[in-house]
């Protein structure tokens, strides 16, 4: 017990006790008004909506009907060519890898891919697994069909939200996330990857895409 | 022997590298310095007044961010108490996930945990993000000394791993710099034609880097926050270098301190909420990354294998001291540093310490010995602007009185401090020698005096005049002028 690497038999004796307890009392009740900042269910869309946008998300709200229009025109004016997805089955309800590649674009989906050619893709066109409306942010979780690197490599995320995906506050999110169990990896994105550190100048697009952009379905 | 040779190489040029290291902070030599470095101290306040006065705007959000300031701090200070168990806790649930938990009682230890994965994994290329542990046992230079190819890949860190320079500052390292001194830099180490425009140079470590990304091996990540209940180790960053840390390469290590647990998932609601607004007036940072063992079945990318490395390296010392376990509750945000007037005017790397300013001034000496910092504590004018700011109400200037008491008592303070302290209770224990001080002095002042003022103190004053003069004294004391009016 005196092995100066057993840090946890450490621990103990630093905390007075000659081996770890096995139970401990319930760590400090969280006092919900203290930390919570939204506060109702009403309106959740509009507030992810705002707060993205301070957050340099781009959010264009839209009806389903004009959704390819828009997603073509918007990857088009930003001279995207290559596009990878995730095998969604969201994405693939709302015809996007179909109408994508109709619209002249390269078009590969995750599970059918590497990781290596995700590095040559412009752009990535994702579904979300929520969106906080406190921090207008979106939040990605890893799975076989939606990589990790999606949201990551390419310059150029876009992100198709739905209503339902709104939750308020991140108290909600970790709720759920506690609820469901975590996933291998859950990102939480707020704005373009950015970075201040010459001169405090802020300078977007370093590591991460340089530009995320939101279809917000009504 | 091939073995034996590699550990001598390595020894040796740690040790090159230690020659070359930061001078113990010294109160004398880094006020005279940094008086005269007007460029740094302008630097220094375009950052972090900046960081504090966001800090400030964005905790007024808070329903009442003192309250959960104290919130905060309970539940690190609970996690803290029952550090063993949430230790164990933690263990078994990132084994669930099919990672790894290794402890490591110092930083040799450490190391040599970490260069055992990498030679047992044969790993060629390693990205590291930012971590102040690393920075603590200087893995990257370990690693560089051991042959391999270790690249820093936060911006600012890059910076200083290529001009073999210190970070000054635990959130935004290279602040002590200027964008002609970067620009300068990588031209040299690019080759490249000088340009100091800031997205230029951004864009040409961005272009270089991308291709270590993509082809590295192994990724290295710290962690703000490890949740007991999950396994999951939790970064938050602007860049998004951690997060191709925990996507690309096949092997994963992150190398946390053991204070850095939280108890439920739910706690981070509540950190989150603090952590950017404290460091960088930010609602949140741009990454927030939660994720906790190896890929899952089915997954393409995540790494195949995950170690998380937890180490001590004197913590364990400031958890058996009551008095100073709420130290440990720190979670790095910097407010500290970016609140402190002698930060702002003596910048990080004066404190000749991996942790600069307040929360360093105070754990340095803990973790590493009174011994060797005790001038440390002094950096301090106890204004109480770092306890005001800090988000999880580390009591520091209360501490770094404390750690003052200490050298005290230990009588680890230079003699001549002694030897004054003495003569001063000496002239403070009769009137008549009271009387006989002060009239000593006044007479030895005016006599050295000149116009006016004392341009050289005789030692031990000298520091004090070396960057002002001091105006002579007046002819008579207050006490002789109060005679003289009855
Ligand atoms: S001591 Fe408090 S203010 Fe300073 S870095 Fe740590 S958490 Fe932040």
Redesign the interface.
């Known amino acids: 017990m005196n092995d ?5 038999g ?6 007075g ?1 000659s081996a ?2 096995a ?3 319930d ?2 009740a ?2 919900e ?3 919570r ?1 939204v506060l109702s269910d009403i309106g959740l869309p509009a507030l992810f909506e705002k ?1 993205a946008k ?2 340099k998300i781009g959010v264009t709200p839209l009806r389903v009907e004009s959704l390819h229009e828009e997603l073509i025109g918007y990857l088009k004016a930003r001279r995207v060519k290559s596009i990878a997805l995730p095998n969604s089955k969201f994405l693939n309800r709302l015809e996007i890898p179909r109408v994508l590649r109709e619209a002249g674009f390269i078009v590969s989906i ?2 059918q891919m ?3 050619q995700l ?1 040559d893709v412009d752009a990535s066109v994702t579904d979300v697994w929520r969106v906080v409306a406190e ?3 979106l939040v990605l979780r ?3 069909e939606h ?3 999606l949201s ?2 390419p310059q150029i995320h876009v992100a198709i939200v739905e209503p339902k995906n709104c939750v308020g ?3 909600d ?3 759920l ?2 609820r469901e ?21 802020l ?1 977007t ?5 340089g530009v995320v952009q939101v279809f917000l379905l009504k | 022997m091939l073995q034996q040779l590699v550990q001598s190489t390595i020894d040796r040029k740690v040790a090159e590298f230690h020659a070359h290291e930061l001078p113990k902070f010294n109160f004398d030599k880094v006020s005279v310095d940094s008086s005269r470095n007007e460029r740094l101290k302008r630097a220094i306040d375009n950052a972090v007044v900046r960081n504090d006065k966001g800090r400030q705007l964005k905790m007024l959000e808070l329903p009442d961010s003192d309250r959960i300031r104290t919130l905060a701090g309970d539940i690190k200070q609970h996690t803290l108490d029952y550090l063993d168990y949430y230790l164990i806790q933690f263990t078994a649930n990132v084994e669930k996930r099919g990672g790894q938990v290794h402890f490591a009682s110092d930083g040799e230890h450490a190391k040599q945990i970490i260069l055992d994965i990498v030679s047992s994994a044969s790993v060629k290329r390693i990205i590291k993000s930012k971590s102040m542990v690393s920075e603590e046992i200087e893995l990257a230079h370990v690693m560089e000394a051991a042959g391999l190819d270790v690249v820093e890949t936060d911006l600012g860190e890059f910076i200083v791993q290529i001009d073999h320079d210190k970070p000054s500052h635990i959130v935004t390292p290279i602040i002590h710099k200027d964008k002609e001194s970067i620009a300068k830099l990588f031209s040299e180490y690019f080759g490249t034609p000088y340009n100091d425009d800031p997205e230029a140079l951004t864009a040409q470590a961005r272009v270089y880097l991308r291709d270590k990304f993509r082809k590295a091996d192994l990724g290295m990540t710290g962690g703000n926050f490890l949740v007991a209940e999950t396994g999951d180790v939790v970064t938050v960053e602007n860049e998004g270098n951690a997060r191709q840390s925990m996507t690309t390469p096949r092997v994963l290590i992150s190398l946390v301190g053991i204070e850095k647990l939280v108890p439920r998932m739910l706690d981070l609601s509540v950190m989150l909420k603090l952590l950017a607004r404290s460091a960088t007036g930010q609602t949140m940072t741009i990454y927030s990354s939660v994720f906790g063992g190896t890929r899952s079945a089915g997954e393409t990318d995540g790494p195949e294998a995950a170690h998380v490395v937890l180490i001590d390296n004197g913590r364990t010392e400031i958890l058996a001291s009551e008095e100073y376990r709420e130290t440990l509750r720190c979670i790095r945000c910097g407010a500290c540093l970016n609140a402190c007037p002698i930060y702002r005017k003596i910048g990080g790397h004066s404190y000749g310490s991996v942790y600069p300013g307040p929360i360093g001034a105070l754990i340095t000496p803990l973790m590493q010995g009174l011994e060797q910092y005790k001038d440390l504590p002094n950096a301090s004018s106890l204004c109480g602007a770092c306890y005001e700011a800090c988000p999880v109400k580390i009591n520091i200037p209360k501490h770094l009185i404390n750690l003052r008491r200490d050298v005290v008592k230990r009588e680890i303070n230079h003699p001549v401090e002694r030897l004054i302290y003495r003569a001063y209770a000496w002239a403070m224990g009769r009137p008549w020698r009271y009387r006989l001080a002060s009239w000593g002095q006044k007479t030895t002042l005016r006599l050295i005096g000149h116009k006016g003022f004392v341009r050289r103190l005789p030692f031990p004053g000298g520091g004090w005049t070396q960057v002002r003069d001091m105006p002579e004294p007046a002819k008579k004391t207050f006490r002789q002028l109060w005679q003289n009016k009855k």
């Open positions: 100066p690497h057993n840090v946890i450490k621990v103990s004796r630093s905390l006790r770890p307890p139970t401990v009392p760590p400090p969280l006092q008004p203290l930390i900042l707060r301070e957050n995750w599970d590497t990781l290596d590095y921090t207008g942010s890893a799975s076989p990589g990790r690197a990551l490599v506050d991140l108290i999110l970790f709720e996330t506690t169990g975590s996933s291998s990896a859950t990102v939480i994105i707020s704005g373009p990857s950015k970075t201040a550190d010459i001169e405090m100048n300078v697009g370093v590591h991460g895409p």
